[in-house]
């Protein structure tokens, strides 16, 4: 009977660890895809919130899209510039214009103070623009 309760707990500590799971990933485009010019850049996140820049509750974020950027590190601040895109209002999606070439981007999910929630909800995908 005790083994029963000891597996039945078990389980649930199991499942409610895997409902908290986080990750961040990109609905478009995908990794190794061909791109025109101007593409739209969908982006989802599980596990977390989306909220607005400035808001410093638990569990919330908003997303950076990075361009041929190095990675940013746990508690670092995400620089704002030409090749770190911040999506402070909480959007999801974007419209993107690159010049033709060969591009990594980085989808980095950051607290409201845009630190970087590091390596567990980051995700690169390299594609190509014509």
């Known amino acids: 009977m005790q083994i029963k309760f000891v597996l039945v707990g078990l389980i649930s500590i199991l499942c409610s660890a895997w409902s908290y799971a986080q990750s961040i990933d990109f609905i478009e485009p995908k990794d190794g895809d061909t791109v025109p010019t101007t593409f739209m850049v969908k982006m989802a996140v599980t596990g977390m919130k989306v909220a607005p820049a400035g808001e410093m509750a638990a ?20 620089p704002n510039d030409n090749q770190h895109k911040h999506f402070g209002k909480g959007q999801t999606e974007t419209e993107v214009f690159l010049q033709p070439g060969k591009y990594k981007l980085t989808l980095q999910f950051a ?10 909800l980051r995700k690169s995908i390299e594609i190509t623009v014509k």
């Open 59 to 78: 569990g919330t974020g908003h997303h950076h899209l990075l361009i041929n950027a190095r990675d940013i590190e746990e508690g670092y601040t995400i």
């Open 111 to 120: 607290d409201g103070a845009h630190r970087s929630y590091g390596e567990k």
